[in-house]
């Protein structure tokens, strides 16, 4: 509080929704997907669980006591999720999902985030000890600039249609980038991003 408790607003939070191992990406939108039922809600709220691989879709309702998540679908992944992202129509609706798929088990991904633990230590020893910059985090996990990441993870992005419910692969891959945590179609490609790697990735579809 940098003004002193007098100065501090108050606010008081309680829990709203389901209990999970590790709640990560959310994204909302205002209006009901295509095919749903409109009720009375304030909108949509999507939300990613990490490590028990799933996509949940919330309504999220107003009443006199207070905020309140209603749970509708779940989907399960075969795959490690990280955030996730809304395509919308140009009305503004709903319609599809992007998630990305980290890696392909939970033992694959503490493996190369040990191993970037590791090197960073090392690399950032050595940079002190030679007055230097630490190395660029992609740097961290690849033996070489143009060699691939080092453990291996495979990983991409999923796409979920809001109105079949189904989910697919848009792409899955372990050379180019490592531990892709966000992706999403814009015009005819496909754009990726990882906070553990470097630069973006874009691929034709």
Do not use: K
């Not at 088990?105 to 020893?125: D, I, K, P, V």
């Amino acid at each position: 509080v940098p003004h002193g408790a007098d100065h501090s607003a108050r606010t008081e939070c309680a829990p709203v929704g389901p209990r999970g191992a590790t709640w990560n990406g959310l994204a909302y939108v205002p209006r009901a997907p295509p095919g749903v039922a409109a009720v009375e809600s304030m909108g949509r709220l999507y939300a990613n669980d990490i490590f028990l691989r799933t996509v949940t879709e919330f309504a999220v309702d107003l009443s006199d006591d207070g905020a309140a998540l209603r749970e509708l679908r779940v989907w399960r992944a075969p795959y490690l999720v990280d955030n996730v992202d809304v395509e919308s129509d140009s009305d503004g609706q709903p319609r599809a999902l992007w998630v990305g798929a980290v890696g392909l088990s939970h033992r694959e991904f503490f493996s190369a985030l040990g191993a970037m633990q590791a090197n960073a230590s090392a690399a950032h020893a050595a940079a002190r000890a030679s007055g230097t910059s630490t190395p660029r985090p992609h740097r961290l996990l690849r033996p070489g600039l143009e060699e691939p990441p080092q453990p291996s993870m495979a990983s991409g992005v999923l796409h979920i249609d809001l109105e079949t419910g189904a989910m697919d692969e848009r792409l899955l891959q372990a050379r180019q980038l490592a531990a892709i945590s966000w992706g999403r179609e814009i015009g005819e490609q496909l754009y990726m991003g990882s906070p553990w790697d470097d630069g973006v990735l874009v691929c034709p579809l």
